[in-house]
């Protein structure tokens, strides 16, 4: 038996690995376009790797996975972030679990993830075949009993050129997981400023998400807005990265409670200046511009405050907005969101409906995560599907 494999990236090399383990006489060429197999694989995470996470702050699977969240639920009936957990542990990678629910390899280092796989692929006789850049996949399926695409995320169309001929359903291809330019707001001027728990929202949508959130020099970034971004992906695509971000800089707490502790608080101390006075969650360079915000004065004492300076106050506090226009790259780290439509594939084996034998894992797939080790789980946990799907039909 002959199979091919598109792409030595996550998806394909674990594929590879769980179908030689399964199928041992099998031929499994991989072919990869780059000069080397893993490479995305040796930087994510900041060179560190977030394998996976522990889904314990999850409550809804389509808050980690808005594209593909039901997808991923079958999938993880089969091979979820337990059983990777486990598989990492037993192959020898000790595994640490962070306070962020994110999962790291304890030795901090993406590289122990990709030896271990390329010594599982030589001593498995995995045939990797690089700066083979595959230009069509019908030819390919020709040439071989199965097809698994793994050829990633890629925001650009002609990706998938090499479809050609098989009648797809494609989903365009948009990035996700982007941070916000806010060219002409003067809140960069705080860069480097984190408040740890705010709630973000695009004004007039539904798109919301909470977390921490960091000014830069060129907007605002950190997973907050990180979150955001990969909820309302394509919606920021249609109107071209130009929207306005509203701010609720009071995270969990209500609008009734806040204006009453600021309320409490221009009783108790009337002759203090209010820049002076900054609740514990906001920095105060953050608290000075957001009080000037509401054309409050900096020398104004909580005597002079007001009811309508109190409401000016709360109202930049819960509802802060900015004007975005544009993204950037976070750390390189992106996603696509798109890809090979669902639509396409058997959900219970991930085999394409129309021509059997051919099989989609990873990001290809219009399947795209938040950060926090999810991505990389995808690509596990389709890759193993897979291959256990390919092993049980022979
Ligand atoms: C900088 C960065 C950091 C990241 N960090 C994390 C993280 O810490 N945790 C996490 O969960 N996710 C992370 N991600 C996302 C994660 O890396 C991807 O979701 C994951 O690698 C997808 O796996 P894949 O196998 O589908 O694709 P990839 O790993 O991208 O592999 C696809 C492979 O296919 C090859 N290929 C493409 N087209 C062809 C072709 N026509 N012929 C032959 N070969 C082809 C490519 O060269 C590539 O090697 C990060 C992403 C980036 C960019």
Same mark, same amino acid.
């Given at each position: ?6 792409? %030595? ?10 179908? +030689? ?12 376009? *780059? ?7 040796a930087?994510? #995470? ?8 522990? /889904? &314990? ?5 389509? !808050? ?27 192959? #020898?990678? +000790? ?43 019908r030819?390919?399926?020709d ?7 793994t050829? #990633?995320?890629?925001?650009?169309? $002609?990706?998938f ?7 797809? &359903? =494609? ?6 997981? /982007? ?27 539904r /798109? +919301? %998400?909470?977390?921490?959130?960091l ?11 990180? +979150?955001?971004?990969s909820?309302? @992906? ?7 990265? !130009? ?8 995270? *969990? ?37 957001l009080?000037?915000?509401?054309? =409050?004065?900096? $020398?104004?004492?909580?005597? &002079? ?27 390189? &780290?992106?996603?696509?969101? #798109? ?11 991930? !085999? ?10 990873? !990001? ?9 080790? /999810?991505?990389?789980? @995808? ?6 599907? %897979?291959?256990?799907? =390919?092993?049980?039909?022979?």
């Open positions: 038996m002959k199979i091919a494999i598109i792409g %030595a990236g996550a998806a394909g090399c674990f594929c590879a690995i769980e179908l +030689k383990r399964r199928l041992p006489d099998a031929i499994v060429d991989i072919y990869e376009a *780059g000069n080397k197999p893993l490479a995305k694989v930087i994510t #995470g900041g060179g560190r790797c977030n394998l996976t996470n522990s /889904f &314990e702050s999850i409550d809804n699977l389509k !808050e980690a996975y808005p594209r593909g969240d039901k997808l991923m639920r079958r999938v993880f009936s089969t091979f979820d972030n337990r059983d990777t957990w486990e598989w990492f542990e037993n192959e #020898g990678v +000790k595994l640490v679990l962070q306070d962020d629910h994110c999962v790291f390899p304890a030795s901090q280092d993406a590289m122990q993830i990709v030896n271990l796989f390329l010594t599982r692929m030589r001593q498995l006789g995995v045939n990797i075949l690089t700066r083979h850049k595959v230009e069509s996949v030819a390919l399926m040439e071989y009993d199965s097809v698994v695409v050829t #990633g995320g890629c925001s650009r169309q $002609d990706m050129k090499m479809f050609e001929g098989l009648d797809l &359903e =494609i989903v365009p291809p948009v990035p996700s997981l /982007f941070t916000f330019n806010l060219p002409s707001s003067p809140v960069r001027d705080l860069m480097g400023t984190v408040v740890e728990d705010v709630t973000v929202s695009l004004a007039g949508t /798109f +919301k %998400a909470s977390g921490p959130l000014i830069t020099h060129w907007g605002m970034s950190g997973p907050a807005i990180l +979150k955001l971004s909820y309302a @992906a394509r919606h920021l695509a249609e109107v071209q990265y !130009e929207s306005t971000v509203l701010v609720n800089w009071c995270g *969990g707490d209500d609008l009734d409670s806040v204006r009453s502790t600021l309320q409490k608080t221009a009783v108790r101390n009337p002759l203090k200046l209010i820049v002076n006075s900054h609740p514990d969650y906001i920095p105060s360079r953050l608290w000075t511009y009080v000037t915000k509401s054309k =409050i004065r900096e $020398d104004a004492r909580w005597a &002079e405050i007001g009811p309508k300076g109190l409401n000016r106050l709360t109202e930049t506090l819960f509802n802060d907005s900015y004007h975005i226009k544009g993204q950037s790259r976070f750390k390189e &780290e992106f996603v696509t969101c #798109g890809g090979v439509s669902l639509t396409n594939i058997n959900n219970k084996t991930l !085999e394409c409906v129309k021509h059997p034998g051919l099989y989609f894992a990873g !990001e290809v797939l219009d399947v795209d995560a938040i950060t926090g080790g /999810f991505n990389l789980q @995808a690509a596990w946990s389709t890759g193993f599907l %897979a291959a256990l799907s =390919i092993s049980s039909n022979n």
